[in-house]
C-alpha cells in the first residue's frame, strides 16, 4: 500500500461539509480485498481492538487495505479524544487506487493520524508490532499543542452556536469572526476593542489602585518599593501581614501573600523579582478569594478560589497525595483543561515548611496540607461557583472597577470573607483588575454550575440576530463565470457596496486589483473574506480549488451555476465525465445557506438537477421562457429570468420585471446570446440579494465590457475597418457560443486564431477546430507559452486534426509563439473582415493588441 498526495480540504468540499484529509491509496492487486489476506483483520484488531467495523462504501465494493485505513486514521483519532465521525473511501478509475477521506479537527491532528494509521495497517500487514499507547499519547498530545484553550475555545464555540462565520488566524488564540467589514477579532479573552490603554493600566497595580480608590472602590493601602529593605519598610509602615506582588504580574506569578516576619518580606521580594523589577507591597487582607468576572457593563460569574492543597489520610506522604491530585484527567501541565496540576516546587516546600512539613511527610487523617499561598488556577488552585451568590452591591462594584480601568472583558480579584454582603460592610476589597482573564473556573469550576461566559462575550460583540455575515456570490460553471462575477459585482457596487471579487483575471476590492493571476481558489477568497473594507463578495469557483482544498466559506446567499460542458478539465483529479463534474460543481449549491438563492441555467438538463441539493430557494434562468422546467417553476410562483422578445423577464407569481436587451451594452442588444445569459444570471443573483430593480437597470446599463473591465471577454475593437474580437474560450463550448456569437456580426471573411491547452484531453483538442473548421475561412494555429506536459508540437498537431474534415476552411497556418501568430492575422486582415483572436496569456496579448491598434 502506498499514500501519495495527502490534502487538507479546510471547507466544505466534494465529501462533505465537514474539515477532512484526502488521499490517494494505491493498493497491490492482493490488497485490493482483505479477503486475500486472511490473517490481516485478526491481526489489526489484535494492535487496535476500538476500530470497529470495517465496511466498504458501497455493498458491491470488496473491503480493501485502503478501507482499512480510511478506518484506521478515524478511530485513532476518536480513541485520543478528537469529536469527528465522517470518513469515506471510493475506488477511482484506475484499478487499485483509492480515494480515502476522514474527517479531523485540528488539521496537524488529522495528517498525524494518517501516518500513523498507515503505520498501523503495514504493522498488522507484516505481523510487527504497533503501540498504540504511544500512538495515541502523540495525538493527544498534539491535539492538546494545537486545538485552542478552552477560554478561547468556549467563545469560539459560543460564536458557531450563533452562526457566526469563524477563522483561526494563527497557531495561537488569534480568532476572528464574521467577515469582511462586519467582522471582529479576539485573542484569548481579549477583543478588537480591548484598549490597548487600559490593559496598560490594569497592568500598573498602584496606578490600578489610585483609580480605584477615586472610584470609591475599596482597595488595600501600600505602596511601590525600590529594593528589599525598602518593602520592609513599607511593610511596617503597613503594619500587620503583607502581600508582596510585581507590579505588572499576572496569572499570580511571583506573588507572595500573609508575610509578617522580615525573612518572609525578604524571601517574597526575591520571588517577586525573578518575575519584575517593579515591586509593590500592600496590606494582606484577610478572607477568601473569589474571582468576578464582568464582560461588558454586566457581572456574568464569580467563583471562589482556594489555594492548592492536599487531605491528609495518616497514611501517604505529601508528595504521595499530591501525585494523586495530579492524577485527575482535569488537571494537565497548561491551560488546556479545566485545572493545572499542582506545582511542587520551591514555593511549595517553603509553604509545606509553615506547617512543618515536608514532601515526605504523612500527614494525619483529615489534615488541610496548603502547597501555595495563593489560588491561581494556573498554580494548582481550585474554583467554586458562586455566581448566584453575589451581593448587587458588590457586583456593582466590581462593574465600577472594570469601567474606571476601561476593559471591556476584565476579572476582578477581590478578598473578603463572604460575597453575600457588600465590600464596604466586611471590610474587603479589590485587589487586582485583569485583563485577559482565563475562563477555565467559571466554564468548569472544580465545584459548582459553570457559566456560558463564552456566551456572554459574544453577546456583547453582536446584537442578537446579528451573524457578522456579509453577502458572498459563489460562481461556478464551465463558461460565463468570469463575467457572470463581473457582473453581478458590479451590479452590487451599483447599491453602495464595497465589493470584494475573485476570478481567474485576480483579486479585486472595490475596482482595484490586490493580486494577479488565476486567483479563483479558495485561498484568494479567503483573502476578500478577511478584507475589513469589503461589504460583499463575489467569487468565481473554480473546479480545481473545490477539488484542492474546498470552499473557502462554509455557506454562501447565492449560488450561481451558469453550464455544465464537456472539455472542462475532464480526466484531471479522477474527474473523467460531465456527470462527475457536475458533483463538483454543485458544492456551491450544496452550501446555500437556508434562506439563500442557487440560480441555476434551466436549459442545460445537468444543472437542472443540482436543484434537489439545494437547501434553499431555486430561481431558473434561460432564453426560452418556454422550457418544461421553466414553464413548472413559473406556474408555481417561483422566480425565474428569461427572455421574451426584447426584453430580459424576471418573473415571480403575477410579478414581472423587465429590461430591454437593448440597455445591456453587454449583450449588443440581446445578439450576443452568451453574454445574455450572462447578464440573466447576474440579474438572478441581484434580485437574490434583494437589490432594488432601479439599481439593476443602472447597472446593467452602466457595464462596459471592454478589456479593462472584463479582459478576455469578448473584447470587441476596430482595426483598420475589421472587427477583432479577443477572447477567452477554451473549451468546445465556448467555442460553440462565440461562433454563435460572431455570426450575427457580418464580415467578408473570418479569421480565427487559436492555440490549445495541453492539459485537456486529445478529444477537446481536435473538437475545437472540427467547430472552428465549419465557421472560419482561415486559420492560424500557434503554439502557446505553455505546453503543460505535452512534448514540442504535440498540440499543434492535434489541433491540424481537427481540420481533417473542415466545411469552410481553406487557409491554415502554424506559428510559433501567441504575438507572432497575432501579427500574422492582422497583416491578413482587410476592411470588412473579422478576426477572433482565442487569448492565452489575456494581459499580455490585449495589451499587444492594443499595442497594435495604437501603432497602425
Not at 198 to 227: C, F, M, S, W, Y
Not at 413 to 432: A, F, M, N, W, Y
Not at 595 to 607: E, F, Q, S, T
Not at 674 to 692: H, I, P, R, S, Y
Request: glycine share 8%; net charge negative; hydrophobic share 45%.
Amino acid at each position: 500500500m502506498e499514500v501519495s498526495r495527502i490534502r487538507a480540504l479546510r471547507g466544505p468540499n466534494l465529501w462533505s461539509r465537514h474539515t477532512s484529509i484526502e488521499a490517494i491509496v494505491t493498493c497491490a492487486e492482493a490488497e485490493r480485498t482483505i479477503d486475500n489476506l486472511p490473517d490481516f483483520e485478526p491481526r489489526l484488531r489484535a494492535r487496535f481492538p476500538e476500530i470497529g467495523f470495517l465496511q466498504p462504501t458501497s455493498h458491491a465494493e470488496a473491503i480493501s487495505i485502503a478501507h482499512a485505513l480510511e478506518f484506521a486514521a478515524l478511530g485513532l483519532q476518536a480513541q485520543a479524544g478528537c469529536p469527528i465521525t465522517f470518513s469515506r473511501t471510493t475506488a477511482t478509475l484506475e484499478p487499485g487506487v483509492y480515494q480515502v477521506v476522514v474527517e479531523y479537527s485540528e488539521e496537524a491532528v488529522g495528517r498525524l493520524a494518517f501516518e500513523l494509521a498507515e503505520a498501523l495497517c503495514q504493522a498488522a500487514a507484516t505481523n510487527a508490532p504497533f503501540d498504540l499507547d504511544r500512538a495515541l499519547a502523540r495525538l493527544r498530545e498534539l491535539d492538546e499543542d494545537v486545538r485552542l484553550g478552552p477560554s478561547t475555545g468556549s467563545i469560539v464555540q459560543a460564536a458557531v452556536t450563533r452562526g457566526i462565520p469563524v477563522r483561526r488566524l494563527t497557531s495561537g488564540s488569534l480568532v476572528q469572526f464574521g467577515w469582511g467589514s462586519r467582522q471582529r477579532r479576539i485573542q484569548a479573552a481579549e477583543t478588537d476593542r480591548s484598549s490597548a490603554i487600559a490593559e496598560a493600566i490594569a497592568q500598573d497595580k498602584e496606578l490600578t489602585k489610585k483609580l480605584l480608590n477615586a472610584a470609591g472602590v475599596p482597595v488595600p493601602n501600600g505602596r511601590p518599593v525600590a529594593d528589599a529593605e525598602d518593602a520592609w519598610k513599607a511593610a511596617c509602615e503597613i503594619g500587620g501581614p503583607v502581600v508582596v506582588k510585581p507590579r505588572d504580574g499576572r496569572q499570580g506569578k511571583g506573588v507572595a501573600v500573609n508575610l509578617a516576619t522580615r525573612e518572609q518580606v525578604l524571601a517574597g521580594y526575591a520571588a517577586a523579582a525573578e518575575v519584575s523589577s517593579a515591586i509593590m507591597v500592600e496590606r494582606y487582607m484577610t478572607g477568601h478569594d473569589y474571582r468576578l468576572l464582568v464582560i461588558g457593563d454586566r457581572l456574568v460569574a464569580a467563583a471562589r478560589r482556594d489555594p492548592p492543597l492536599v487531605i491528609g489520610d495518616g497514611t501517604r506522604t505529601v508528595r504521595q497525595l499530591v501525585d494523586q491530585v495530579n492524577s485527575d484527567p482535569r488537571r494537565s501541565d497548561g491551560h488546556a483543561t479545566s485545572l493545572t496540576k499542582i506545582r511542587f516546587d520551591d514555593i511549595a516546600v517553603a509553604r509545606l515548611a509553615e506547617q512543618n512539613y515536608t514532601a515526605d511527610s504523612v500527614p494525619p487523617k483529615g489534615a488541610r496540607v496548603i502547597l501555595r499561598n495563593n489560588a491561581n488556577l494556573s498554580t494548582g488552585g481550585t474554583a467554586t461557583d458562586v455566581t448566584d451568590d453575589v451581593h448587587p452591591e458588590m457586583a456593582a462594584s466590581a462593574v465600577a472597577a472594570a469601567q474606571m480601568i476601561g476593559l471591556d472583558i476584565c476579572g476582578i480579584d477581590v478578598v473578603c470573607d463572604s460575597v453575600l454582603k457588600p465590600l464596604q460592610e466586611q471590610g474587603g476589597g479589590i485587589v487586582e483588575v485583569n485583563a485577559a482573564p482565563g475562563l477555565r473556573m467559571h466554564l468548569s469550576p472544580s465545584y459548582g454550575k459553570g457559566r456560558e461566559v463564552g456566551k456572554a462575550i459574544v453577546g456583547m460583540m453582536f446584537a442578537r440576530g446579528d451573524d457578522a455575515r456579509i453577502p458572498v456570490v459563489a460562481v461556478a460553471g464551465t463558461n460565463g463565470k468570469t463575467t457572470t462575477v463581473r457582473l453581478t459585482a458590479h451590479l452590487l457596487a451599483a447599491a453602495g457596496n464595497r465589493v470584494g471579487m475573485t476570478n481567474s483575471d485576480g483579486v479585486y476590492v472595490e475596482h482595484q486589483r490586490i493580486d494577479t493571476g488565476d486567483c479563483s481558489g479558495p485561498k484568494s477568497a479567503r483573502n476578500i473574506l478577511l478584507h475589513p473594507d469589503v461589504d460583499a463578495a463575489v467569487f468565481e469557483t473554480a473546479r480545481g480549488g473545490i477539488l484542492r482544498e474546498g470552499l473557502a466559506f462554509d455557506r454562501c446567499d447565492v449560488a450561481v451555476v451558469t453550464n455544465i460542458g464537456m472539455g472542462d478539465h475532464l480526466g484531471l483529479s479522477y474527474i473523467s465525465t460531465v456527470e462527475d463534474l457536475a458533483v463538483v460543481k454543485r458544492v456551491i449549491v450544496e452550501n446555500v445557506a437556508a434562506d439563500g438563492v442557487a440560480v441555476l441555467n434551466a436549459a442545460d438538463p445537468i444543472v437542472v438537477r443540482m436543484a434537489d441539493a439545494c437547501p434553499g430557494a431555486v430561481t431558473f434562468f434561460a432564453r426560452d421562457r418556454n422550457l418544461p422546467v421553466m414553464a413548472t417553476h413559473r406556474a408555481q410562483g417561483k422566480r425565474v429570468v428569461s427572455v421574451d422578445g426584447d426584453f430580459i423577464v424576471a418573473s415571480e407569481g403575477a410579478q414581472e420585471y423587465r429590461i430591454a436587451l437593448a440597455a445591456i451594452p453587454l449583450t449588443r442588444g440581446g445578439s450576443i446570446a452568451f453574454q445574455v445569459e450572462n447578464a440573466m444570471a447576474a440579474t438572478a443573483a441581484a434580485w437574490a440579494l434583494g437589490l432594488d430593480w432601479d439599481v439593476i437597470r443602472l447597472g446593467l446599463a452602466s457595464f462596459v465590457n471592454d478589456a479593462q473591465t472584463a479582459p478576455g471577454r469578448f473584447n470587441v475593437f476596430d482595426y483598420r475597418g475589421a472587427t477583432l474580437i479577443a477572447d477567452y474560450g477554451h473549451n468546445p463550448d465556448a467555442i460553440l457560443a462565440l461562433v454563435g456569437a460572431v455570426d450575427n456580426i457580418p464580415a467578408k471573411r473570418r479569421i480565427v486564431v487559436i492555440s490549445g491547452a495541453g492539459d485537456r484531453r486529445d478529444v477537446d483538442i481536435r473538437q475545437q477546430t472540427e467547430i472552428l473548421g465549419d465557421a472560419f475561412d482561415e486559420l492560424v494555429l500557434y503554439q502557446d507559452q505553455c505546453q503543460r506536459g505535452r512534448a514540442d508540437g504535440e498540440v499543434l498537431a492535434l489541433l491540424r486534426q481537427g481540420l481533417a474534415n473542415a466545411k469552410r476552411a481553406t487557409a491554415v497556418e502554424e506559428i510559433r509563439g501567441e504575438f507572432p501568430a497575432i501579427d500574422a492575422a492582422l497583416a491578413r486582415l482587410e476592411a470588412g473582415d473579422l478576426c477572433l483572436i482565442l487569448v492565452d496569456q489575456v494581459e499580455e496579448a490585449l495589451a499587444h493588441i492594443a499595442k497594435r491598434i495604437a501603432g497602425d
